[in-house]
């Protein structure tokens, strides 16, 4: 089989520190076989974004940390907003899918993270939405700029970009996931997207891998699903038939001042085909 080395080079910094030199020769690679034999059949991946290719969670909480430190109207330490934003964050989540915050959270991010921020307050008594708004803005502007991708993640979409057609299925509004795709810079290597808030269908609802499906025009058995978490990710895909890799990252969430660790498979469940560490570990040699 013959293949046609290409250069890719990325100005980012942070993509650019990835490699031995701003130039290198792209190479293709496939999954690993002698780690799943079933990987054979796989013709599309498909990823979840928020910690599974890049950092959200470690991103959001630097970004809290400053929105609370640049606003101390509020009389408290950061370390008590960040507990109580947690809590708030943690109720409002649990049941946002069956109130009318439901189609505002899709439309845009702007609405409910000033809400958690409201309810946030009310918490250390203090009712004050325009401090509210001015917190949410802030958070919003460093949790942004915080956001990268994992260290391993460009070479890794892009060696298996050149083999599968890759897609993604993410959580979240419709307007911050965008910005995300567009601010890690990795939109090229993904023809399928699929964002909860644009369809108001989010995992783990079989619908949305359904369509997924149908824009690759294949069988679930020929799909792989790579995502950091088990409830969302791992279990619904193995439920439709697909095949499933884990990639068990630390993880803080809500975020706390706690030390992240990875998700435990819970008790009884399915294991995944292939549990990993470093999105690396999907790869066989160079074809």
């Known amino acids: 089989m013959n293949i046609t080395q290409t250069v890719f080079f990325d100005p980012r910094g942070h993509a650019a520190s990835l490699l ?9 690679a ?10 054979a059949d796989v013709k599309a991946i498909y990823f979840d974004l928020d910690d599974t290719l890049c950092t ?12 609370f430190e640049d606003h101390p109207e509020h009389g408290q330490t950061p370390e008590r907003l960040l507990q109580e934003w947690a809590i708030a964050f943690t109720g409002f989540v649990e049941t946002i899918g069956k109130t009318h915050w439901y189609d505002k ?3 845009s991010g702007e609405i409910t ?16 939405d325009e401090l509210a708004y001015r917190i949410s803005h802030t958070y919003h502007v460093e949790r942004q700029a915080a956001l990268e991708l994992f260290p391993e993640a460009l070479e890794v979409i892009q060696q298996l970009s050149s083999v599968y057609t890759l897609g993604l299925i993410t959580n979240g509004p419709a307007d911050i996931q965008r910005q995300e795709i567009q601010k890690l810079n990795i939109g090229n290597y993904f023809p399928h ?32 699903f790579v995502g950091n978490s088990y409830k969302h990710d791992i279990k619904p895909a193995q439920t439709y038939g697909w095949q499933t890799a884990w990639i068990r990252r630390d993880s803080d969430v809500a975020p706390s001042s706690r030390t992240g660790k ?14 990993i560490f470093n999105l690396q570990e999907l790869l ?4």
Not at 56 to 67: E, N, Q, S
Not at 208 to 216: C, K, L, N, P, T
Not at 262 to 275: C, K, N
Request: hydrophobic share 40%.
């Open 20 to 28: 031995n030199s701003q130039r290198r020769p792209l190479i293709p």
């Open 30 to 39: 496939i999954l690993n076989p002698m780690l799943v034999p079933q990987f």
């Open 56 to 67: 959200y969670w470690d991103a959001a909480k630097a970004g809290l940390r400053k929105a």
């Open 105 to 107: 959270y899709c439309e």
């Open 113 to 128: 993270r000033v809400e958690l921020m409201r309810r946030m307050l009310e918490r250390v008594n203090i009712f004050d």
């Open 193 to 224: 997207i699929f964002i909860e808030g644009e369809h108001k269908i989010g995992k783990p609802d079989e619908r949305i891998f359904r369509m997924a499906e149908a824009a690759v025009s294949l069988p679930p058995e020929n799909l792989l």
């Open 262 to 275: 990875p998700e435990e498979l819970p008790e009884g469940a399915t294991p995944p085909d292939l549990t």
């Open 284 to 287: 066989s040699e160079s074809v």
